[in-house]
């Protein structure tokens, strides 16, 4: 799952609109033979139409056939499979169809960390004549960049067992990166013979050139046997780009059929950041670090890739079924997961890293596992402080201090010596099966690692696809809480500079070049003072733990969210119970100026106090509770008398835009069957207006709901970010809608999605659905996470057992005199647990 890559790029069922692509990927070409070699048919199974295609004397891939036109061939997607057809080309009585399956099982933690894939050739012969036919798989020892023509590349042809055979391509990468091996393979059978060339070139300087080895086949239709008992190639120089191919014969009756599978894996078991650590990949775990390893990756793929389909289709199908759901909703919801493949994943093993130090003579040298050497440490002003900011209540309702974590008694012991960023790290949460630890990037454009205020809406598809990486994730972010990193960070924006990472506030991301250890790469503001990033963090920590039933995470994490609640405390300043915006963007929407109180921050504050509280009873906190209902009792009224216009909620203090995120945080408050923040009615309201305005009054409704509008129905030009369509939010108001009953509205507003980013009459953004477009048509930010928002559709629609049986209980309403009139700590209703009973013993888990 970690880094697997999307197999073509077009929308279901679109003519195929395929490309060559450059040197280095895979191209599969096929070679048929009828009536006893007297018709032959070749080519390269993608339309080919570019400059210098068979131009004379060229040696490369452009002298090879290159006949499809495209115009009888479809792709369609579902992921993670995909199918093509090419019903008549190149030969008129041969249909082929090719599988595509990626080993993407929601909530098997192992097969989805292997990095392969199957592609599935099913060859019907319509004509009275046998038919030869060889299918041919080549690939380029390239990664691109750099390295691609760097020198010290090798391949090496295998047999393996179960009769797979192929050819192992090791990539020496640059600047002492660490190495990468592919292994392209077939599986040989009573009717299909795999051969090999395990070297041709581009040229004809030092290997058989790509001319000669299509010139075999058109002869041969294979390659010869002897060729498996090859020796590894010499190194590449650095001029040559050598390739390999893999071909795989069969002879198809005349109205017969014949299947023919090949697979490709690689192995790259090491991930190195920039500052220089380096982790295992989560695949590791099953298979060892070895680049060999490659050859069992394939041969697994070629083995299970039955069960995968068979897995994928269980999955897939209650959705695909249910009539009641549009057709456009049901291939785009699972072609947006594209982005957990795509999104510059990294999935590691969970263990400690190694630490690569360069010393005085540079020198490269790898420091033990978890220790990094101090001297290499005295220039980094950084102080890490861990410490509890609440208790828990015991039998007797006596605070008592829980016992410190080894992470925190790291954490404190640093305030007398200063420690190795690593120390964030060292001691990950291993439950009974450690998933690892996973890093998306925010988008291929904003190259940081899980945003955070981004995740809070691409959560969703990892919280139901995968949860124990959602937990994962939470928990890295739980451990940032405490945390402090007093560097400092020339601050975009305005020149000013500040610190990287401020204690009590929730990191913007998990950095860039060290991961965890030194987080908030963005620098345009001091996220710090950013007024979302703390109450999201505590909306999806309690909605994976409300989800879950988890425990044990709860008790983990609840220490870092009473620290983000109180951290909040600084930005309410006149003592209302509800926190104020700076005048700068200082929330997700990070060019959108907000003056005092703001409806997207003011919702998600209030229904961050009340999730807090109910996590808060759940954990056996019943101070801490009391604490948030009455901050929430005081904040709602005055949020509803300083914002409430009589339809909707004004923009802030100071404008009165029809803002089409400005529920986001009732939309986790519903999505975790917490009570409502607001009367339905007002609510209903809200999302109405929205529809009326954000939506239909933009093309009609078919490009999705722009962010601003302005009360008399034109779009809020007051800044980039609010005339801007953000297909995340798109998706996440439509599942708002669909959480209150409005469904024609919903899957209208996320309609415009579709139609613009995976339509055939839209701009064509299939697998690269961006951050956001205008309604000219102008696009920013490709590939981009928000967009998994989908998914909170999806939750929304069936929502997981956990959620429809929870209690429902308004616990504001029922503390309501309790808050205001009573000293109590906790109300009669409340059952005091003690931290043993609560934190020790009590453990309950999710079949995840």
Same mark, same amino acid.
Request: some cysteine; glycine content about 8%; proline content about 5%.
């Given at each position: 799952?970690?880094?697997?890559?999307?197999? !073509?790029?077009?929308?279901?069922?679109?003519?195929?609109?395929?490309?060559?692509?450059?040197?280095?990927?895979?191209?599969? #070409?096929?070679?048929?033979?009828?009536?006893?070699?007297?018709?032959?048919?070749?080519?390269?199974?993608?339309?080919? +139409?570019?400059?210098? =295609?068979?131009? *004379?004397?060229?040696?490369?891939? $452009?002298?090879?056939?290159?006949?499809?036109?495209? #115009?009888? $061939?479809?792709?369609?997607?579902?992921?993670?499979?995909?199918?093509?057809?090419?019903?008549?080309?190149?030969?008129?009585?041969?249909?082929?169809?090719?599988?595509?399956?990626?080993?993407? =099982?929601?909530?098997?933690?192992?097969?989805?960390?292997?990095?392969?894939?199957?592609?599935?050739?099913?060859?019907?012969?319509?004509?009275?004549?046998?038919?030869?036919?060889?299918?041919?798989?080549?690939?380029?020892?390239?990664?691109?960049?750099?390295?691609? +023509?760097?020198?010290?590349?090798?391949?090496?042809?295998?047999?393996?067992?179960?009769?797979?055979?192929?050819?192992?391509?090791?990539?020496?990468?640059?600047?002492?990166?660490?190495?990468?091996? /592919?292994?392209?393979?077939?599986?040989?059978?009573?009717?299909?013979?795999?051969?090999?060339?395990?070297?041709?070139?581009? $040229?004809?300087?030092?290997?058989?050139?790509?001319?000669?080895?299509?010139?075999?086949?058109?002869?041969?239709?294979?390659?010869?046997?002897?060729?498996?008992?090859?020796?590894?190639?010499?190194?590449?120089?650095?001029?040559?780009?050598?390739?390999?191919?893999?071909?795989?014969? %069969?002879?198809?009756?005349?109205?017969?059929?014949?299947?023919?599978?090949?697979?490709?894996?690689?192995?790259?078991?090491?991930?190195? /950041?920039?500052?220089?650590?380096?982790? *295992?990949?989560?695949?590791?775990?099953?298979?060892?670090?070895?680049?060999?390893?490659?050859?069992?990756?394939?041969?697994?793929?070629?083995?299970?890739?039955?069960?995968?389909?068979?897995?994928?289709?269980?999955?897939?199908?209650?959705?695909?079924?249910?009539?009641?759901?549009?057709?456009?909703?049901?291939?785009?919801?699972?072609?947006?997961?594209?982005?957990?493949?795509?999104?510059?994943?990294?999935?590691?093993?969970?263990?400690?890293?190694?630490?690569?130090?360069? *010393?005085?003579?540079?020198?490269?040298?790898?420091?033990?596992?978890?220790?990094?050497?101090?001297?290499?440490?005295?220039?980094?002003?950084?102080?890490?402080?861990?410490?509890?900011?609440?208790?828990?209540?015991?039998?007797?309702?006596?605070?008592?201090?829980?016992?410190?974590?080894?992470?925190? !008694?790291?954490?404190?012991?640093?305030?007398?010596?200063?420690?190795?960023?690593?120390?964030?790290?060292?001691?990950?949460?291993?439950?009974?099966?450690?998933?690892?630890?996973?890093?998306?990037?925010?988008?291929?454009?904003?190259?940081?690692?899980?945003?955070?205020?981004?995740?809070?809406?691409?959560? /969703?598809?990892?919280?139901?696809?995968?949860?124990?990486?959602?937990?994962?994730?939470? @928990?890295?972010?739980?451990?940032?809480?405490?945390?402090?990193?007093?560097?400092?960070?020339?601050?975009?924006?305005?020149?000013?500079?500040?610190?990287?990472?401020?204690?009590?506030?929730?990191?913007?991301?998990?950095?860039? +070049?060290?991961?965890?250890?030194? &987080?908030?790469?963005?620098?345009?503001?001091?996220?710090?003072?950013?007024?979302?990033?703390?109450?999201?963090?505590?909306?999806?920590?309690?909605?994976?733990?409300?989800?879950?039933?988890?425990?044990?995470?709860?008790?983990?994490?609840?220490?870092?969210?009473?620290?983000?609640?109180?951290? &909040?405390?600084?930005?309410?300043?006149?003592?209302?119970?509800?926190?104020?915006?700076?005048?700068?963007?200082?929330?997700?929407?990070?060019?959108?100026?907000?003056?005092?109180?703001?409806?997207?921050?003011?919702?998600?504050?209030?229904?961050?106090?009340?999730?807090?509280?109910?996590?808060?009873?759940?954990?056996?906190?019943?101070?801490?509770?009391?604490?948030?209902?009455?901050?929430? =009792?005081?904040?709602?009224?005055?949020?509803?008398?300083?914002?409430?216009?009589?339809?909707?909620?004004?923009?802030?203090?100071?404008?009165?835009?029809?803002?089409?995120? #400005?529920?986001?945080?009732?939309?986790?408050?519903?999505?975790?069957?917490?009570?409502?923040?607001?009367?339905?009615?007002?609510? @209903?309201?809200?999302?109405?207006?929205?529809?009326?305005?954000?939506?239909?009054?933009?093309?009609?409704?078919? &490009?999705?709901?722009?962010?601003?509008?302005?009360? *008399?129905?034109?779009?809020?030009?007051?800044?980039?970010?609010?005339?801007?369509?953000?297909?995340?939010?798109?998706?996440?108001?439509?599942?708002?809608? =669909?959480?209150?009953?409005?469904?024609?509205?919903?899957?209208?507003?996320?309609?415009?999605?579709?139609?613009?980013?995976?339509?055939?009459?839209?701009?064509?953004?299939?697998?690269?659905?961006?951050?956001?477009?205008?309604?000219?048509?102008?696009?920013?930010?490709?590939?981009?996470?928000?967009?998994?928002?989908?998914?909170?559709?999806?939750?929304?629609?069936?929502?997981?057992?956990?959620?429809?049986?929870?209690?429902?209980?308004?616990?504001?309403?029922?503390?309501? %005199?309790?808050?205001?009139?009573?000293?109590?700590?906790?109300?009669?209703?409340?059952?005091?647990?003690?931290?043993?009973?609560?934190?020790?013993?009590?453990?309950?888990?999710?079949?995840?």
């Amino acid at each position: 799952m970690g880094s697997r890559s999307v197999m !073509a790029s077009v929308g279901r069922s679109r003519r195929s609109a395929l490309v060559v692509p450059p040197p280095g990927r895979r191209e599969v #070409q096929i070679f048929i033979s009828r009536d006893g070699g007297n018709k032959k048919y070749s080519s390269v199974l993608a339309p080919g +139409h570019h400059e210098g =295609l068979r131009k *004379n004397g060229d040696l490369g891939i $452009s002298s090879w056939d290159w006949k499809l036109t495209g #115009q009888h $061939s479809t792709y369609h997607a579902l992921f993670p499979r995909a199918w093509t057809v090419y019903d008549g080309e190149p030969d008129p009585d041969l249909k082929i169809s090719c599988r595509q399956i990626s080993p993407f =099982l929601p909530h098997d933690y192992r097969e989805s960390s292997l990095p392969t894939v199957v592609f599935v050739y099913t060859l019907v012969n319509t004509g009275r004549e046998r038919a030869k036919v060889s299918l041919l798989m080549t690939w380029a020892n390239s990664i691109g960049g750099i390295s691609h +023509h760097s020198g010290g590349h090798t391949n090496e042809p295998f047999l393996g067992e179960d009769g797979v055979a192929g050819v192992l391509l090791h990539h020496k990468t640059a600047n002492d990166n660490p190495p990468v091996t /592919f292994a392209i393979a077939a599986s040989e059978t009573q009717n299909v013979t795999v051969t090999v060339l395990p070297n041709f070139g581009l $040229s004809d300087e030092n290997y058989v050139t790509a001319k000669d080895m299509w010139d075999i086949m058109v002869q041969d239709g294979q390659f010869e046997r002897e060729n498996f008992n090859s020796s590894s190639s010499m190194p590449s120089c650095t001029s040559d780009t050598i390739c390999a191919a893999v071909s795989a014969s %069969t002879w198809v009756e005349p109205n017969g059929t014949c299947t023919v599978v090949f697979s490709v894996a690689w192995s790259s078991p090491k991930v190195k /950041f920039q500052k220089g650590c380096t982790y *295992n990949r989560r695949y590791t775990k099953f298979y060892g670090t070895s680049e060999r390893s490659a050859i069992n990756l394939v041969h697994d793929a070629l083995k299970n890739y039955k069960w995968w389909e068979e897995e994928i289709e269980k999955w897939q199908n209650p959705i695909l079924q249910n009539e009641k759901l549009p057709e456009w909703y049901k291939f785009t919801l699972f072609n947006e997961l594209y982005f957990l493949v795509a999104g510059g994943t990294v999935w590691t093993d969970g263990e400690a890293p190694t630490f690569e130090e360069v *010393n005085r003579n540079d020198n490269h040298h790898k420091s033990p596992k978890g220790k990094r050497h101090k001297s290499a440490l005295k220039d980094k002003h950084v102080s890490f402080i861990a410490e509890k900011t609440s208790s828990v209540i015991n039998l007797n309702n006596e605070r008592i201090s829980p016992p410190i974590s080894k992470l925190e !008694a790291d954490g404190n012991a640093a305030l007398g010596d200063e420690p190795a960023k690593a120390d964030l790290v060292l001691h990950p949460h291993h439950d009974s099966e450690n998933v690892g630890r996973f890093l998306y990037l925010e988008g291929v454009e904003y190259v940081m690692w899980c945003t955070y205020d981004v995740h809070y809406y691409a959560s /969703f598809a990892l919280l139901d696809l995968f949860p124990k990486i959602e937990l994962s994730i939470q @928990r890295d972010f739980a451990r940032a809480v405490l945390h402090e990193d007093r560097s400092k960070v020339k601050l975009l924006a305005d020149g000013s500079w500040g610190i990287r990472k401020a204690k009590g506030a929730i990191p913007h991301d998990l950095g860039m +070049h060290d991961p965890w250890n030194e &987080m908030n790469a963005y620098n345009i503001h001091d996220t710090s003072k950013w007024k979302d990033l703390n109450p999201k963090f505590v909306l999806q920590v309690y909605r994976d733990f409300a989800a879950t039933g988890d425990i044990s995470f709860g008790s983990e994490v609840w220490p870092a969210v009473c620290a983000a609640i109180d951290y &909040m405390e600084q930005f309410d300043r006149d003592s209302d119970g509800l926190i104020e915006n700076d005048g700068f963007p200082d929330q997700t929407y990070d060019i959108w100026t907000v003056h005092g109180v703001s409806a997207y921050c003011g919702c998600l504050w209030l229904a961050a106090l009340q999730a807090a509280a109910a996590m808060a009873q759940r954990l056996g906190d019943s101070a801490f509770a009391e604490k948030c209902k009455i901050k929430f =009792l005081k904040a709602k009224p005055v949020f509803e008398a300083k914002l409430w216009n009589g339809s909707y909620f004004n923009y802030d203090s100071s404008c009165r835009s029809i803002q089409a995120d #400005q529920l986001a945080g009732q939309w986790y408050t519903a999505a975790s069957g917490l009570p409502l923040l607001f009367d339905e009615s007002k609510i @209903r309201s809200t999302l109405q207006k929205i529809f009326e305005y954000n939506v239909m009054k933009v093309k009609g409704g078919r &490009m999705g709901a722009v962010n601003g509008m302005n009360p *008399n129905g034109t779009v809020d030009e007051s800044c980039m970010q609010s005339r801007e369509i953000w297909t995340g939010v798109t998706y996440s108001l439509a599942a708002t809608m =669909l959480l209150h009953g409005m469904e024609q509205q919903a899957f209208a507003t996320a309609e415009g999605i579709f139609i613009v980013g995976w339509s055939e009459e839209g701009f064509g953004y299939w697998f690269q659905t961006p951050e956001a477009w205008t309604t000219d048509g102008h696009y920013r930010s490709l590939i981009y996470m928000r967009p998994l928002a989908i998914w909170a559709m999806q939750w929304a629609l069936s929502p997981p057992k956990t959620m429809l049986e929870a209690p429902n209980l308004n616990m504001m309403d029922r503390l309501h %005199t309790s808050s205001l009139n009573s000293s109590s700590t906790h109300d009669g209703s409340a059952r005091n647990v003690s931290q043993r009973s609560c934190f020790g013993n009590v453990v309950c888990h999710c079949d995840c």
